[in-house]
């Protein structure tokens, strides 16, 4: 059953902070099961990081669903660049969050369920979750062949990975969260989730390819809603409690003091990108000239996102090195991004406003070094 939570008093309710009114006290004992309303991956974020920060989990643990409009979602310590198709996203209009968990990158639509569950720390379990999952899913369809994974993945019939894990362990809080794939669009998954950039050297944490499959593939009744109410009526039985699911609005600042703000820093070109381990990139590519082709070697250290060393090495006939070394001394600090570089390009063009020749080589240098942005 579907509850919107609507009453002020709610808050308090979330927060242990005082005793709800009685109506909303009958309907909810022990843990909580919530649901995003909205599709905006940034404000589900924040939802987590709120109820991790604020919520007091002795008595009351909580199950979170939620799902996203098209997007891509990094672990707290990968590289974007290295994880995902940046240039396509665009093209899509895919957006990109770093969430504050670690782990691997995903890609979610309407298509897949998001799971949180929320403990203390004490009771923090990832297996235990899972094998609630299982339950539930075997409730539904007791021919489905699932299982869990020493490396906390859900696989159908062996094979195929049905759900990732990520988790943030706090002083006192902990959650784990996981995805579901039920009807999610497999092509873009796999255009997306593969990085077409050379060259880069990181530390970051990388993530694991795996075959994937969708549980609608499997028995075509397995929807989103039939699979997230499953779910939640086999949560409610092992904390003995109502199963019934409270609708949440993440932007209600009523219910959720000061959940903007941290929907708003999910959202910022700094946490997104500029978090990004230390990495750099040594490529080269061809340009024209004449009959012939050149090669041109760039190599970029990155730190906090922005260029921190840059060297371009291009035949001096080509391009003249106090030209080269203009360009490198004005790409450091700047941001590793498409814009940024754009930008520059416009700044320098004026420079040689007079000189159609390097202007054009200039272009083509910026428009190279874009394309692995």
Not at 216 to 241: F, G, R
Not at 248 to 277: C, H, R, V
């Given at each position: 059953m579907l509850i919107p939570l609507l009453r002020k008093n709610c808050f308090q309710l979330l927060c242990n902070l005082k005793v709800p009114a009685a109506g909303f006290k009958n309907t909810v004992k022990g843990a909580l099961i919530l649901q995003s309303i909205s599709n905006d991956v940034y404000q589900n974020l924040a939802v987590e990081d709120w109820i991790h920060d604020h919520m007091t989990l002795d008595s009351k643990p909580v199950l979170f669903f939620w799902r996203n409009s098209p997007s891509v979602v990094i672990g707290r310590h990968q590289n974007p660049w290295q994880e995902c198709n940046l240039n396509l996203m665009r093209e899509e209009d895919v957006k990109l969050a770093r969430r504050r968990s670690g782990g691997g990158t995903v890609y979610h639509d309407m298509g897949n369920i998001n799971l949180t569950f929320f403990t203390t720390k004490k009771k923090y379990n990832r297996m235990e979750n899972l094998k609630l999952i299982v339950r539930a899913l075997n409730a539904v369809q007791p021919q489905l062949d699932v299982q869990p994974t020493k490396r906390f993945d859900l696989l159908l019939d062996g094979q195929f990975k049905i759900s990732g894990t990520a988790s943030k362990i706090g002083r006192m809080t902990a959650y784990h969260h996981c995805t579901l794939l039920c009807s999610t669009d497999g092509t873009l998954l796999s255009s997306?989730?593969?990085?077409?950039?050379?060259?880069?050297?990181?530390?970051?944490?990388?993530?694991?390819?795996?075959?994937?499959?969708?549980?609608?593939?499997?028995?075509?009744?397995?929807?989103?809603?039939?699979?997230?109410?499953?779910?939640?009526?086999?949560?409610?039985?092992?904390?003995?409690?109502?199963?019934?699911?409270?609708?949440?609005?993440?932007?209600?600042?009523?219910?959720?003091?000061?959940?903007?703000?941290?929907?708003?820093?999910?959202?910022?070109?700094?946490?997104?990108?500029?978090?990004?381990?230390?990495?750099?990139?040594?490529?080269?590519?061809?340009?024209?000239?004449?009959?012939?082709?050149?090669?041109?070697?760039?190599?970029?250290?990155?730190?906090?996102?922005?260029?921190?060393?840059?060297?371009?090495?291009?035949?001096?006939?080509?391009?003249?090195?106090?030209?080269?070394?203009?360009?490198?001394?004005?790409?450091?600090?700047?941001?590793?991004?498409?814009?940024?570089?754009?930008?520059?390009?416009?700044?320098?063009?004026?420079t040689c406003v007079e000189d159609g020749e390097l202007q054009s080589k200039w272009n083509i240098l910026c428009e190279k070094i874009k394309g692995i942005m």
């Open positions: 997306l989730l593969k990085s077409p950039y050379q060259g880069i050297r990181s530390n970051a944490t990388a993530s694991i390819p795996s075959l994937v499959r969708n549980l609608l593939e499997k028995d075509p009744t397995l929807s989103c809603e039939v699979l997230m109410n499953a779910i939640a009526v086999e949560y409610a039985a092992y904390y003995q409690t109502d199963n019934h699911i409270i609708l949440i609005n993440p932007k209600d600042e009523t219910q959720f003091p000061g959940i903007n703000s941290k929907a708003k820093e999910l959202q910022t070109w700094e946490w997104i990108y500029g978090k990004t381990p230390k990495f750099s990139v040594n490529t080269s590519f061809n340009v024209s000239h004449g009959q012939s082709h050149l090669e041109i070697k760039v190599f970029l250290d990155i730190k906090n996102g922005r260029i921190e060393i840059c060297n371009i090495e291009a035949p001096d006939h080509w391009l003249p090195l106090e030209i080269r070394d203009k360009l490198n001394s004005s790409f450091i600090g700047s941001k590793f991004c498409p814009a940024e570089m754009t930008m520059l390009t416009n700044i320098l063009q004026r």
